[in-house]
């Protein structure tokens, strides 16, 4: 709960509307209980053949938790383009050649 606070804060700050929606995706399936939904021992060994949408309720936390993780890799990834766009700017004003290797 508090990293999720925390999250919704950083999104309000940064006015992304995209963040805030997808904190909202996870506040609801957080509170929604969605695991208590998949039959256990009802009847025996009934979690060894669930449909799907069974299967989405009993992995809706990982699946957040994946989509989170993909989220996390492609900003890194952004930021690391946005850092080599720049210094390549800044090189190309100064007139310092990209070939460092070379003599």
């Known amino acids: 709960m508090p990293a999720l606070l925390l999250c919704v804060l950083e999104a309000q700050r940064r ?10 995706a996870v506040a609801i399936v957080a509170f929604s ?8 021992n009802h009847p025996r060994h009934s979690e060894l053949r669930l449909d799907p949408l069974q299967l989405v309720y009993a992995d809706a936390y990982v699946l957040i938790a994946l989509c989170a993780l993909a989220l996390a890799a ?7 383009a946005r850092g080599q766009r720049r210094r390549s700017s800044r090189l190309a004003l100064t007139g310092v050649s990209r070939n460092v290797g070379t003599p």
């Open 15 to 24: 006015r992304s509307v995209a963040a805030l929606a997808a904190l909202l």
């Open 33 to 40: 209980h969605m695991i208590w939904w998949v039959p256990v």
């Open 74 to 80: 492609h900003g890194s990834l952004a930021a690391r």
